[in-house]
């Protein structure tokens, strides 16, 4: 790892390393049980900077590179993933895109607030009928006035509920597919003003709210427990032209480039996850004795964790090239998702190869690896499924190997977008 690490990239490792340990580690497990979003974590996570580590300084973040990111990620996946998804779509998600894609009195207006933590941003794409096909789209932005009026709701949303800026997608032009979507920036207070106002983070008052944007009911979901996931409600929300984000009908474009970059922190996440639940079972089969010895010394054993330590490094070579890449302005969207694919799928076999390792211990919540195997679940689906992923792949190799491309209609065909799915 030598090529991408420096040593700035260590000390903020270790830095995280330690808030995780003394502050993730003890509340893990009950955070998970009671599905309580850790809004004393996200306090200090912004007072630390993990909020806004990609952000220019001048915007009030802490002006690191991409791979900084990823190693925030990373790092405190695997601790919890409910923490790093936090970091993950509050940056790629609800930050980037106005970051990308805003006006100056946009990003001077809206950045500051979100680098620094002090609220927490969102991604409205995913709707009941727009989910893999994300051109599907079905909420309406209509002229009106100087502005626009907004009705649409979007499902699946990470920080619907406890955040206060959201980047939303919708139709400007019906007739035109997906080159008539756009994107608005609309704000909604979040719904634990009165405790967070205690905690003195999470609620900005003077932002300009959004009548008709609320949340709906938290999901109840199977991992990723502790972090914030409902339906977005828009309800004849009128919306003025200064907060469209970009031009009408870029939306759709915008929010594949944002995917594209949010796919890296997935992977980054997914590799955390990973590198969690293989911690646990080595440390576990070093212990545990059977048929007097260690089970580490049982050649399967030995075989599966070789194994997955070697995926896990190849995981960590992908994930760290694409951010590298976009680090440098270079093409990343196959890398991100080819990082994304196998991170994720890596994450899913890691955990549950370390449940096995652990026997009966690794049903129980004694061990994180059960929690840490349905956490990893959604890794599979979130911006953009597994199957999504090798679509993207499949046409950017078709592509990469045309002769021609200038001029093959088939070459043509293969850079169509391929859609997307949940934040």
């Given amino acids: 790892m030598d090529r991408y690490l420096t040593e700035e990239h260590l000390r903020l490792r270790e830095q995280v390393r330690r808030f995780a340990e003394e502050a993730i580690d003890p509340v893990a497990r009950e955070l998970d049980e009671t599905a309580e979003f850790p809004w004393e974590n996200v306090k200090t996570m912004g007072e630390m900077g993990l909020l806004g580590v990609p952000v220019p300084r001048e915007l009030g973040g802490m002006g690191l590179d991409e791979l900084s990111y990823v190693i925030v990620v990373e790092e405190l996946a695997k601790h919890d993933a409910s923490h790093a998804i936090t970091v993950s779509a509050h940056t790629t998600l609800g930050t980037s895109p106005v970051l990308t894609f805003g006006t100056e009195e946009q990003k001077a207006r809206f950045i500051p607030p979100l680098a620094s933590g002090e609220v927490l941003g969102g991604f409205g794409l995913t709707e009941p ?50 080159r008539g979507i756009s994107s608005f920036l609309v704000c909604k207070p979040t719904v634990d003003v009165g405790r967070v106002r205690d905690l003195g983070v999470g609620h900005k008052g003077d932002l300009p709210f959004t009548d008709g944007v609320r949340a709906g009911k938290k999901e109840d979901k199977m991992g990723w427990r502790a972090s914030d ?195």
């Fill in 229 to 423: 996931t409902r339906e977005l409600l828009i309800e004849d929300a009128w919306v003025p032209e200064e907060q469209r984000l970009g031009a009408e009908g870029q939306g759709f474009i915008n929010f594949m480039k944002t995917l594209d970059a949010g796919r890296i922190g997935v992977a980054a996440l997914s590799l955390g996850l990973a590198e969690g639940a293989f911690r646990t079972a080595i440390r576990y089969a070093a212990e545990r004795k059977q048929f007097g010895k260690r089970i580490w010394d049982f050649q399967q054993v030995q075989f599966r964790l070789a194994d997955l330590a070697t995926e896990i490094e190849a995981g960590r070579h992908l994930t760290y090239h694409a951010a590298w890449l976009k680090e440098r302005g270079e093409a990343f969207s196959k890398e991100a998702a080819m990082a994304k694919l196998f991170c994720s799928e890596l994450a899913m076999r890691t955990t549950l190869g370390a449940i096995q390792v652990l026997g009966g211990a690794g049903y129980t919540s004694d061990y994180p690896a059960e929690r840490m195997m349905r956490d990893a679940k959604v890794c599979e689906i979130g911006e953009g499924t597994s199957e999504i992923q090798r679509l993207v792949i499949g046409r950017q190799v078709l592509a990469e190997a045309m002769a021609d491309p200038e001029e093959d209609s088939l070459f043509q065909e293969a850079l169509e977008p391929a859609g997307t799915h949940t934040e």
């Fill in 129 to 178: 009928g727009a989910g893999s096909d994300a051109s599907g789209t079905r909420t309406r932005a209509v002229r009106d006035g100087d502005g626009y009026r907004i009705n649409g709701s979007k499902i699946f949303i990470t920080h619907a509920g406890v955040g206060e800026i959201f980047t939303v997608t919708a139709v400007t032009d019906p007739e035109a597919g997906a």
